[in-house]
């Protein structure tokens, strides 16, 4: 860890996450990494959601029985992380290539601002647990992983499998990709339009696909 990047940390929330060897650079793991990633991310699965739970718990003064994976509990999830998550300077690294994209895609492509590393981390484990609410409320659902296609933004992450779409009478399989859904809403922090109801609204427009025909 370089000076920079231990100034970020020192500065960040104080959260105890915990990360697999391979890291979540998923889009650049091999399948082996990924497997071995995702059994990590398996195994360590209830401590992680213990931890959450109490941490979530302890901070708004409620009982961690609320946290029972029901999709209420998820608004007290999402009002615990709006409480907790930081922003940051956006690198300087980071921002060079934001200024550089903003010459084809426009000013709107840069962002001075991003989510710190440790509310990063926290998205990640708010997603876990927001695929098991799907999961203990629709047991036919169950965690895995895709390899492909390639270019997939979801690539490697552990997903939910086992819903369904149905488009003109006709029923294809979908997965839900909680990493990058959950981080889709806490992005809106950076635009100032978070609410806490931001994460049980996207939990009920997917568990349409859910629920068994």
């Known amino acids: 860890m370089n000076i920079t990047m231990l100034h970020r940390f ?3 929330i104080k959260y105890n996450f915990i990360l697999p060897p391979r890291g979540i650079d998923f889009g650049n793991m091999n399948k082996k990494e990924t497997a071995e ?8 699965l209830p401590e992680k959601m213990d931890y959450l739970r109490f941490r979530c718990s302890s901070d708004l003064h409620i009982s961690i029985k609320k946290l029972d994976y029901s999709d209420k509990s998820l608004v007290l999830i999402w009002r615990w992380f709006l409480k907790v998550a ?3 300077d956006t690198p300087r690294e980071i921002l060079d290539t934001m200024i550089e994209g903003s010459k084809i895609f426009g ?4 962002s001075r601002k991003v989510l710190s590393v440790t509310t990063h981390m926290i998205v990640i484990d708010i997603a876990l647990y927001t695929g098991e609410c799907y999961i203990r409320n629709y047991p036919h659902l169950c965690w895995t992983y895709r390899t492909a296609p390639r270019d997939s933004i979801t690539i490697n992450q552990p997903v939910i499998s086992g819903m369904i779409s149905t488009y003109k009478g006709k029923n294809r399989p979908i997965d839900f990709a909680p990493i990058h859904m959950v981080g889709v809403q806490a992005s809106r922090i950076l635009d100032h339009s978070a609410n806490e109801e931001d994460l049980i609204n996207m939990y009920q427009c997917w568990e349409k696909y859910a629920v068994k025909s």
């Open 10 to 12: 020192l500065k960040d």
């Open 37 to 44: 990633t995702f059994m990590w991310f398996m195994d360590h």
């Open 86 to 88: 930081r922003l940051e």
């Open 107 to 110: 000013d709107s492509y840069i």
